[in-house]
């Protein structure tokens, strides 16, 4: 199949209307997200009704999220939770989702929390998350403003100072979640030294080995994402897993056919891919 | 209602945001980048001000109750206020020499040390990590072993094979889990972020419901 005059022909319709990009992936993109969208609504629609919805595998790190809380209730020593080195990205969301969940239980058993913040936009969300809790459980004057702490906006500068903070608070529980960068290995490594038990997440990929490596419960990735379906168990949050999971598969299915007709000398994939 | 407003303003910034990405709308695109973008850095400039604050806050407090190890907010105050106050009122701000030599001369040297500490960190996460104590873990010492030895000239004088070992598992095994990685995290963030725009992940408006 000619895929350049078909890309020739279908180029002044779609620069009515569509962005160009440099790697003409628009067009495919475009598609992609479309085709998300319509997985969204489906599944959205599912879970209004009685349908049994997919199930979610087990995922440790999350599940041990409750063994760190009560380890440290046991110790009477602080949690130590690092909503990563972003501002407000789509993995601060998923820290700060988790960071709720986590200020719920401490709220409930009293257990002191203290939430290290590289940015101060985040600072300002993630006390009032914590605040919430402590109000839902009726004790207001329970929550600690000091211990909600803006740091540093340097990344060595806010390292250190959580090292600092492991050690002289003696944590006994880390949580790491988030997008992280190099600092990642020296928290999740002060952390072990200090005896913490640690459970981390984050979104890049050169980061995930080391977390591997030092942290005792480590989520894969994208199980980050998870985390709110997971701990809620809700409906609709399940149904936005499985489009996800429908979407990806999908990305799986052309890579995998597109490797075996690579294999053979055939960029047909490549070509249909890269049409505006 | 508190929760309301934040709910429908992200709905709409979201939205504008995605149709500025896909689509040729002059008045969408000229709307997003002329008062969306700017909205977000002022945004974050009027956040500088409540880190500031917490900072201040936090540091006097030690000071005031004497806690633990107070002695070192005064350090941490004084550099605070000296390095705002040079770099409001010094000529040129910022960018005078003076400011510029104890930024360079402090913050830059103490963060290069703490970047530093990250490889003896890593050496001891690897002597972890490395002890084969189950089949996963002992695939990951031999692999090791590999990569490692094929990465110092030591390991190609014992065996001229370990470069090429080396250099397979990095460019196979090693990128394809990575891209594995890097599909599964897109694909995650652009759940999220459908999440956030529709109103179903509601974690971070959790503040807007206390008193």
Redesign the interface.
């Known amino acids: 199949m000619d895929t350049t005059a078909l890309s020739d022909a279908l180029r002044p319709f779609l620069s009515s209307w569509l962005r160009s990009d440099s790697n003409r992936l628009s067009f495919t993109a475009f598609i992609f997200f479309a085709f998300f969208i319509t997985m969204v609504i489906y599944y959205w629609r599912m879970s209004l009704g009685e349908k049994p919805m997919p199930k979610l595998r087990r995922i440790p790190g999350l599940d041990a999220l409750d063994e760190s809380i009560g380890r440290a209730t046991e110790m009477g020593r602080p949690i130590v939770f690092v909503p990563g080195m972003s501002g407000f990205s789509a993995p601060t969301y998923a820290a700060l989702t988790i960071m709720g969940y986590v200020a719920d239980q401490v709220a409930r058993y009293d257990t002191r929390m203290i939430v290290c913040y590289r940015y101060p936009e985040v600072l300002a969300v993630g006390s009032s998350i914590v605040q919430t809790s402590y109000l839902e459980q009726g004790k207001r004057d329970a929550f600690r403003a000091d211990d909600h702490r803006f740091l540093s906006s340097d990344q060595f500068g806010y390292a250190s100072g959580v090292c600092g903070i492991l050690q002289r608070e003696r944590a006994a529980s880390q949580h790491i979640f988030g997008s992280m960068a190099a600092e990642a290995i020296i928290l999740a490594e002060v952390g072990n030294v200090v005896g913490a038990i640690q459970i981390a997440g984050q979104t890049g990929s050169l980061q995930q080995p080391y977390l591997f490596a030092a942290c005792d419960y480590t989520l894969m990735v994208e199980e980050l994402y998870v985390a709110s379906a997971y701990l809620s168990q809700d409906r609709l949050r399940i149904g936005m897993l499985a489009a996800q999971d429908i979407s990806k598969s999908v990305l799986i299915i052309l890579i995998v056919i597109g490797a075996f007709l690579m294999t053979f000398g055939s960029n047909f994939i490549d070509r249909i891919l890269t049409l505006y | 209602m508190r929760r309301t407003v934040p709910m429908v303003l992200t709905f709409c910034a979201g939205f504008i945001m995605v149709l500025d990405?896909?689509?040729?709308?002059s008045f969408i695109n000229g709307f997003a980048n002329r008062y969306l973008m700017r909205s977000v850095t002022l945004?974050?400039a009027w956040?500088?001000?409540?880190?500031?604050l917490?900072?201040v806050r936090?540091h006097v407090?030690n000071i005031t109750t004497k806690r633990?190890?107070y002695q070192y907010s005064y350090i941490l105050l004084g550099f605070f206020f000296f390095m705002l106050i040079s770099g409001v009122v010094l000529e040129r701000h910022t960018t005078n020499p003076f400011y510029q030599f104890v930024y360079s001369s402090f913050?830059a040297q103490?963060?290069?040390a703490?970047?530093s500490?990250?490889s003896f960190?890593?050496a001891?996460?690897?002597y972890?990590?490395f002890r084969a104590r189950s089949l996963e873990a002992t695939l990951l010492l031999v692999a090791a072993v590999f990569v490692i030895s094929g990465s110092v000239p030591m390991g190609a004088a014992i065996w001229s094979g370990f470069p090429t070992v080396s250099q397979w598992l990095m460019k196979y095994i090693n990128d394809s889990t990575?891209r594995a990685?890097?599909?599964?995290?897109t694909?995650?963030?652009?759940?999220?972020?459908?999440?956030?725009l529709v109103g179903?992940?509601r974690?971070?408006l959790?503040?807007?419901?206390?008193?």
């Open positions: 990405g896909f689509f040729n709308i945004s974050v956040a500088a001000g409540i880190g500031a917490n900072i936090l407090r633990t190890n913050q103490l963060s290069a703490v970047f500490l990250s960190y890593l001891s996460s690897s972890r990590a990575m990685f890097t599909i599964g995290s694909m995650g963030t652009l759940s999220q972020c459908v999440r956030n179903i992940e974690g971070h959790r503040g807007s419901e206390g008193g």
